[in-house]
């Protein structure tokens, strides 16, 4: 997890849903990269954030954009992406920043609202999906939400220590601490900080059903605007990945929404 040494402002709350104590670093002060082509949107948001008193640098193409991640890698608190950028497209841009962090919550901005385009997005790793025109009171709450989810750190109540895992069951291990999942012992690979919690909250209350409005709640923090294609992209991506190496164990419950159950999952490693 990344350190924040120069703008931290770290509080201490009570998770219920996952019986820790939690140190929270609320965001004050972020740091962030807004890549937008669009000078009237960013000078829009630029008044927003200027009220938050955020340090925010603006790019105006991809090809830009990737210059200024490149160059502080590991001291963004989030990126603002357009998808339709010049230069260098914003799926392109979002795929390079996914291979140099997979941890920076990145939020695409698009004039495109089809479900191809926004599992797309979150195909090439995207935390979160605004469709423009938007409202910034919106899109600073989700900055802030995406943000805040990305900077928990879970401690045991009695020694201060991360648990080695916070989900076990007979085929199934996940550690919120090295933030990996187990199928049978087999790492469920590449998983995006997004589905990493969508795999947690799903599995930490297994074979309890949630519906999308609640895993919106849990899993992105804040009460969405609602779109629940964003739950049915990440739930595609994960299962996609975790079929790499098990069974499936995210049921859909239809009409209602989906599960967590391992209870058919044989208890040896897929070949």
């Known amino acids: 997890m990344k350190s924040f040494k120069k703008h931290r402002c770290i509080i201490e709350i009570k998770d219920l849903w996952n019986k820790k104590v939690l140190m929270v670093d609320i965001g004050k002060n972020m740091k962030l990269l807004m890549i937008e082509d669009n000078t ?30 490149n160059e502080n890698a590991q001291t963004w608190d989030a990126v603002i992406l357009d998808l339709n950028l010049p230069k260098v497209d914003g799926m392109q841009v979002a795929m390079k920043i996914r291979e140099v962090s997979a941890e920076v919550p990145l939020i695409m901005l698009t004039a495109r609202d089809s479900d191809s385009d926004q599992v797309l997005g979150f195909d090439v790793g995207a935390d979160d999906y ?10 600073i709450a989700r900055i802030k939400a995406i943000h805040r989810r990305a900077m928990m750190q879970p401690v045991s109540h009695e020694e201060g220590v991360i648990d080695d895992f916070d989900v076990q069951t007979r085929t199934f291990k996940l550690n919120s601490r090295t933030r990996e999942a187990y199928l049978n012992d087999v790492l469920i690979p590449d998983l995006t900080p997004k589905e990493f919690d969508l795999l947690r ?27 629940e294609r964003t739950v ?23 009409g209602v929404g989906y599960k967590f159950d391992d209870s058919n999952v044989p ?3 897929m070949k």
């Open 40 to 69: 009237s949107v960013s000078e829009m948001m630029g008044m927003f954030y200027k009220k938050e008193k955020w340090d925010v640098t603006n790019a105006y193409d991809g090809e830009e954009g990737l210059k200024l991640f």
């Open 201 to 227: 909250v799903l599995s930490k209350k297994q074979r309890q059903v949630f519906s999308r409005d609640q895993l919106l709640q849990l899993v992105w923090d804040y009460e969405y605007f609602g779109d």
């Open 232 to 254: 049915d992209a990440h739930v595609k991506k994960l299962r996609q990945k975790i079929e790499k190496v098990g069974p499936q164990v995210i049921q859909t419950v239809w």
């Open 267 to 269: 208890e040896t490693p």
């Open 130 to 139: 605004v469709t423009k025109p938007f409202s910034p009171i919106t899109l």
